[in-house]
């Protein structure tokens, strides 16, 4: 199959491709933590990926959009995510206000075992936009779960970043090609991706 005859499952089956509408909207923001900026687990790019979250946040606040922010927590001395070291806090950039809920996660998935789905629900919205770290792994998992929990997602790819990775034969797959294989494969049936807070104009 050529570039020019690529399509996505979106698109054969006519879904629309426009991102969740800001009155619509709950804005899910996940594990924008200190980890990926200063701890073990830095990412490829993390600080331009903080600042279109950034963006992001300031857009969704301006329009009144319900914002949910998610971290990570592993056990107290873990290596990394220590919930009672720095690297567990939230990015100051980016972190809550006020009535912004907070939800603590153990697994990648954001859902599980969690109350994000009745905390997001209670919103009254039926659309999710997400960002945050790491694509292909909290991300990715979110996404997939979102959709399941009945959720049309947008996910705003320069607001989320991801690292270097063994390939498990010796070699190494550079973050930027994780990246777009992870987002190329979210779009095809499963999310709006749009590159940042300009797609609402």
């Not at 698109?11 to 594990?31: M, S």
């Not at 190494?172 to 999310?191: E, F, K, M, N, Y």
């Amino acid at each position: 199959m050529t570039t020019q005859t690529a399509k996505t499952l979106r698109q054969i089956v006519g879904a629309p491709n426009t991102p969740a509408p800001l009155d619509k909207a709950v804005l899910v923001l996940i594990d924008l933590q200190r980890e990926y900026t200063e701890g073990a687990l830095r990412l490829s790019g993390v600080d331009a990926a903080v600042g279109r979250a950034a963006e992001l946040l300031t857009l969704a606040r301006a329009n009144a959009v319900p914002v949910i922010h998610i971290v990570h927590h592993t056990a107290a001395g873990a290596p990394v995510f220590d919930p009672t070291g720095p690297t567990a806090e939230i990015i100051l950039a980016v972190s809550p206000r006020e009535g912004e809920p907070v939800i603590v996660k153990k697994l990648a998935n954001a859902f599980a075992g969690t109350d994000l789905q009745a905390v997001a629900r209670a919103t009254g919205r039926t659309e999710m936009i997400v960002a945050g770290f790491m694509t292909h792994n909290c991300v990715s998992s979110t996404v997939r779960s979102a959709v399941d929990h009945g959720w049309r997602v947008t996910v705003v790819a320069s607001a989320t970043a991801t690292r270097d990775l063994p390939d498990g034969k010796g070699g190494v797959v550079p973050a930027a090609d994780i990246q777009r294989g992870v987002l190329t494969g979210l779009s095809d049936s499963l999310a709006v991706v749009v590159e940042d807070a300009r797609a609402w104009g």
